[in-house]
């Protein structure tokens, strides 16, 4: 069991898969290493692959818009993905890779202890959730694996390809927000 230091040295000298050679940056994960609320995408893009940080392009930008408008402060959560580094074009993380890069987001789960995981969007919930999550209709519905809750959301990219769905993932935000709020009273 590695500590922070650790955990991200072996993930910035990580070489498990193909995708170690056409990184810019491994893109470890970025917040509050505290945090009750832990939120996982699916991979870096390309703004994430320049910066080392996860969701700091257009689909971040929203997702703080989203944080703001539910009172919960981005430096408060822990934001990482399940793919340390980017896939080319932006595509879907193929099993393999997933396979190479889930034993380091284990042990950042390990390390925060999070009371609740958000998968933002299809891929990471069918990764952390169970492997037929239909993200139209279990977005914003709470499960429980092990003594973790996990919900999914629409990824914020999404939201940007289609705006029908930015108000029930205001929905879910708001009752993302509000277990939290219960759980700390």
Known sequence: ????????????????????EGRTN?????????AS??????APGAREDETGIPFVGAAGKLLDLYLGAVGIARDDVYIANILKCRPPQNRDPLPEEQDACIGYLREQV????????????????????????KITREHGV????????LCAVYHPA????????KEDMYKDM????ALLASEEA
């Open 1 to 20: 069991m590695a500590d922070w230091e650790e955990l991200e040295r072996q993930c910035r000298e990580c070489t498990r898969c193909a995708l170690a």
């Open 26 to 34: 491994c893109v470890f994960g970025t917040g509050s290493r505290t």
């Open 37 to 42: 609320l832990m939120f996982v995408g699916e």
């Open 110 to 133: 390990r390390l925060i202890r999070p009371r609740l995981i958000v998968c933002l969007g299809r891929i990471a919930a069918m990764r952390l959730i169970k492997p037929d999550f």
């Open 142 to 149: 709470f499960f429980k694996k092990n003594e973790f809750t």
């Open 158 to 165: 999404a939201l940007l390809r289609d705006p029908a769905k």
């Open 174 to 177: 708001k009752a993302i927000a």
